[in-house]
Every structure is written in structure tokens, then in C-alpha cells.
């Protein structure tokens, strides 16, 4: 690539400002380090007013991100607008004028990402997507080169700021969900339409990335398991403390021999292990090699400037792996192209976890043991066991279990058989456990 690298950046909000920040405050850094002068040469914003307000004079503005992608100076297109419709029309516009294309959009590469790897494949261009997932945390990278050497045997991840924030928030100062979203809106954290964070759609497009880069298989959004956190109660989060566990929203996804497993919800993850201690709205991934064992990778999941690290870290691969020949370069999944396969995805009844349940029950001599026959009756253990009196209704009780490790199926029939005494009051509230020391 020649000396001075024309960037052509579309979206200029948070990650957009911040990438133009990062780009221009450490630029004698980036040159000592690529011998290159990187820098922002075209913008494309709908809002120009404040694109001029962000960038420099001599920086070239388009309100029609297209007229950019068709810019003969540019040598990289970063794309920062999100979505997957225009942003898709542009990416692959840009990827066919032979352009290399860096962007933050997870949505994008979890949905389209197969097509888009293959179309500049063959275009001989590169595209890269390391903030897409756990923001300023180089995860793509770490795997994909750092522990190139293993086989990765599982990745669990907090990887959506938002929900980390409100479970902190739940926890710490006994929050209902409602509050702490509002609180999260109010401070900026979550969106005002929180959705995709709230209900696990976010992380469900990370984890995608994380597992084709981990395993080696497709990228493939719809074998993602969702749940999300809107129907988490409180209550739950103060048991599972009394029992040393913390409520975590964990992507995970874990490869075995025949089948590959890929869920996000909900779990219980034992508070001495560093992962149950990232609060606020902080990311962290932990990936187990089946040399290294297990490695955790924690930072800032969002954000401008820590977002724009790794947009401008992509920038800067690119810049260095552009001159080599494409069959020679870093695989941009981790794997050349004809190794990739697919593989059995397991469905959520195939998985096998501990449980956390609690029941809300009549408090009727005999109950215990009527609980317990069930669980003996399907060869399950169970591992904990208190009981609250609940505060409404001194006739009621919540019992609280924890069992062994058990397939989801048969967890679901004990539920259905324990729901169908007389004594329940609710349905039962159902969350996984995860002792991530595997
Ligand atoms: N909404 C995302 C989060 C932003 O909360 O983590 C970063 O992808």
C-alpha cells in the first residue's frame, strides 16, 4: 500500500468520532509503527453539519455514503452506520471497487458475514470485523492468532454492556430489571429501543462471530439459543447470591466431538470466578485451548475511543497484510476457506447444565419429599436445597434447588411433573448454571 492510506469512514457518531480521534491523536505512533501516514480523507454522514464539526478542513464530505464507496483515492472503507440493509449494499458495493472494508457491525457479519468473507475472497480484498464483538477487546485476534496453536474447546462471554450494567445494578442496589434499564437509558448505556441488548439478540450476533472463528465452522445466526433478561426477577439475583452464585447474561458456545452448542441467557456463574466479578457495563470473554486451557480477555465492550481501537487495529492489518499474497494472508475466520464445515448444532434439549429452580409452593406436610421422588424418579441429584417463607403469603414457600448436571429434556419433564402438584403455585423459574472450571 502506498505511503499515505486514505481512509474513507462512513458514520461519524460514537465509534465514528472516536475511530477520527484515535487515528489523528496517535498518528506519529501509527506511522513509528506501520511507516505509513493513516488518515481520514472522506467522511459520509447524513448529518454533514456535524461531520464538519468532527473532522479537519481538508477532510472530503459526502451525504451519500454510495458517492464514497465509489471514491477511486480511497484505499479503506470503514463502515459504522449499522444495520444490516444500506450498510450490506455498501459493504459489498465497496468489497467489488476493490476496496478493503473494516467495520463494527455484528448484526451485519452474523447474518450476511458467509456471503460477505466469500465476495471479497474473491474480489482479493480484505474485510475485518474486530469490533464487532466485545468492542476495544481484541477477542477476533487473541483467537483467531494469539491461540492459533489449540483447539478451542469453549468460549463464554459476557459481551453485552448493557445487560452487564442492569444485572450489576439488580444485584448491587437491589434494583427491579424496569429501574435499572431506565437508569441505564438515562446514563446512556442502553438504547431507547434496548431490545436487541435486553433480549440477547446483541450478544447472539457476537457469540455467531465467535464461534465460526473458534471452531471453524460456518457463521450461522439462526442456530443461536436466546434468552434474554427482561423476565428476570430480583428475587433471584438475592438467592442465587445467598447460594455464591451471580446472575451473569453469558454467550457460550462449546464444541463437541459430534455437535456444536450456542446459547445465550440467563446463568449462574460462582462468584469466585473472575467473570462473576466483571460489573457495570464491562465486557469479558474467556476462551479455553485445549493447551492453554482457559484465558480470560476482559475490557471495554463499547464506547468511542475503546471501539475505535480496534476499528483502527483492523485499519492497521490491513495495511500490513494487504501486500501479501491473499492465499498467505491471516485467514479473516481463523481458518483457510476450504477447512470450514459445518457441524451438528446441538438443540437447547440436547444441552446438559445444572439448574437453579424455584418453586413457589403451599407449605403442606410431605412436600419435600414429593419434590424429591420426582427427581429420584429421573435418577437426577439434587445438589442444594433452602427454603423462604414468602413474604405475601406466610402459607407459601419458595423453594430453591440446585441440581446435578442434567439433559435439558428430562429437566424440563421434573419441571412439568412438579408444576402438576397440587401444592405449586407459579411456574417455576428455570436458569442454567455454568461452573466454567472445565
Ligand atoms: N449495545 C452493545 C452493548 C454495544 O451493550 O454491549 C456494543 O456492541
Redesign the pocket.
Given at each position: 500500500m502506498k505511503n499515505k492510506v486514505n481512509i474513507g469512514l462512513i458514520g461519524i457518531g460514537t465509534v465514528g468520532g472516536g475511530t477520527y480521534k484515535v487515528l489523528h491523536d496517535n498518528a506519529e505512533e501509527i506511522t513509528r509503527k506501520t511507516g505509513k501516514q493513516v488518515s481520514i480523507s472522506h467522511v459520509a454522514d447524513m448529518n454533514v453539519e456535524l461531520a464538519k464539526k468532527v473532522v479537519s478542513d481538508d477532510t472530503k464530505i459526502f451525504s451519500d455514503a454510495f458517492q464514497l464507496v465509489d471514491d477511486d483515492t480511497i484505499d479503506i472503507i470503514v463502515e459504522l452506520i449499522g444495520g444490516t440493509t444500506v450498510s450490506k449494499d455498501l459493504v459489498v458495493r465497496a468489497i467489488k471497487n476493490g476496496k478493503h472494508v473494516v467495520t463494527a457491525n455484528?448484526a451485519l457479519i452474523a447474518i450476511h458475514g458467509e456471503e460477505l468473507v466469500a465476495l471479497a475472497k474473491s474480489n482479493n480484498v480484505i474485510l475485518a470485523f474486530e469490533a464487532s464483538v466485545a468492542?476495544g477487546i481484541p477477542i477476533i485476534k487473541a483467537i483467531r492468532e494469539g491461540l492459533v496453536g489449540n483447539k478451542i474447546e469453549w468460549v463464554a462471554g459476557i459481551i453485552?454492556?448493557?445487560t452487564n450494567y442492569i444485572l450489576t445494578e439488580m444485584r448491587e442496589n437491589r434494583l427491579s430489571f424496569q429501574t435499572a434499564l431506565k437508569q441505564a437509558q438515562e446514563l446512556g448505556f442502553a438504547e431507547a429501543d434496548p431490545t436487541f441488548?435486553i433480549e440477547g439478540i446483541?450478544a447472539a450476533h457476537k457469540l455467531t462471530i465467535l464461534a465460526s472463528v473458534s471452531f471453524g465452522i460456518p457463521i450461522n445466526f439462526d442456530a443461536v439459543y436466546i434468552e434474554g433478561i427482561s423476565s428476570l426477577d430480583s428475587i433471584d439475583i438475592g438467592y442465587a447470591e445467598e447460594l455464591g452464585y451471580r446472575i451473569k447474561l453469558l454467550a457460550i458456545t462449546k464444541c463437541h466431538e459430534d455437535a456444536v452448542e450456542l446459547r445465550v441467557h440467563p446463568t449462574l456463574v460462582p462468584e469466585k470466578r473472575l467473570v462473576a466479578n466483571v460489573n457495570g457495563p464491562m465486557n469479558a470473554v474467556l476462551v479455553k485451548g485445549n493447551m492453554v486451557g482457559p484465558t480470560l480477555y476482559y475490557g471495554a465492550?463499547?464506547g468511542s475511543e475503546a471501539t475505535a481501537s480496534s476499528v483502527v487495529a483492523d485499519i492497521i492489518d490491513i495495511i500490513r497484510q494487504s501486500e501479501i499474497n491473499s492465499e498467505e494472508r491471516v485467514p479473516v475466520l481463523g481458518f483457510k476457506p476450504e477447512h470450514i464445515k459445518p457441524k451438528r448444532l446441538l438443540n437447547i434439549n440436547e444441552v446438559i447444565s445444572e439448574y437453579y429452580l424455584r418453586m413457589t409452593m403451599s407449605n403442606m406436610t410431605g412436600l419435600l419429599a414429593r419434590i424429591t421422588s420426582i427427581f429420584a424418579k429421573h435418577s437426577i441429584s439434587i445438589d442444594a436445597m433452602t427454603q423462604k417463607e414468602v413474604e405475601e403469603n406466610a402459607k407459601d414457600v419458595d423453594i430453591i434447588l440446585i441440581t446435578s448436571p442434567v439433559i435439558e429434556e428430562v429437566m424440563n419433564k421434573i419441571i412439568n411433573e412438579i408444576e402438576s402438584l397440587p401444592e405449586n403455585k407459579n411456574k417455576i423459574i428455570k436458569i442454567r448454571i455454568e461452573s466454567l472450571n472445565k
Open positions: 455484528k468492542g453485552n454492556g448493557t441488548d446483541d465492550g463499547a
